[in-house]
T-cell receptor, first 110, second 113 residues
């Protein structure tokens, strides 16, 4: 059975801190790994990763994939209160399904 | 550019009532999905479709039916609603031939009393 695990499930930090969110997976047919941010409504897309070792970066957010060890990390530097959200990791198993993890709830305190 | 549109956005049903949720996408995506999201459980796949006229069961299909008569529309039906179906429902769509992210609708909050 395909599975995506995220850790930690919940995290509280103060503005300016740097956080690392973890995602590990076990799927039969891997095409890509995706990160989403969800704030009370629909998930919004952050990154899609297909190759190991190539960092994707967008402002203060960055992510990298290790296909040998089957995990990915999402880094957020200099956190702001607007970063408070649930961060979802998902794996595309070649279009049959996007398998989602339970999410990491990040709270950034002022 | 509408993307993925779900209707309705909110609904309250009594136990035993039926309803249909409509999802429409204007991106010519082959794949469409229905997920439910419950607290602490992430997104769980109910049913999905790989193209017009095809549907398949996901992780939690019991109590739901779907149809995809047109490529752009994917309907989710509840024949006899139960309180356990209280949830937020998300429709999504994606390309198949090339990898892409799933594009989500805004969600439907359903309460069954």
């Amino acid at each position: 059975e395909d599975k995506v695990v995220q850790s930690p499930l919940s995290l509280v930090v103060h503005e300016g801190d740097t956080v690392t969110l973890n995602c590990s997976y076990e799927v039969t047919n891997f095409r890509s790994l995706l990160w989403y941010k969800q704030e009370k409504k629909a998930p919004t897309f952050l990154f899609m990763l297909t190759s190991s070792g190539i960092e994707k970066k967008s402002g203060r957010l960055s992510s990298i994939l290790d296909k040998k060890e089957l995990f990915s990390i999402l880094n957020i530097t200099a956190t702001q209160t607007g970063d408070s959200a649930v961060y979802l990791c998902a794996v595309d198993n070649y279009g049959q399904n996007f398998v989602f993890g339970p999410g990491t709830r990040l709270s950034v305190l002022p | 550019n509408a993307g993925v549109t779900q209707t309705p956005k909110f609904r309250v049903l009594k136990t035993g009532q039926s309803m249909t949720l409509l999802c429409a996408q204007d991106m010519n995506h082959e794949y469409m999905y229905w997920y439910r999201q419950d607290p602490g459980m992430g997104l769980r796949l109910i049913h999905y479709s790989v193209g017009e006229g095809t549907t398949a069961k996901g992780e939690v299909p019991d109590g739901y039916n779907v149809s995809r008569l047109k490529k752009q529309n994917f309907l989710l039906g509840l024949e006899s609603a139960a309180p356990s179906q209280t949830s937020v429902y998300f429709c999504a769509s994606s390309y198949f031939l090339r990898g892409s992210e799933a594009f989500f609708g805004q969600g439907t909050r359903l309460t069954v009393v």
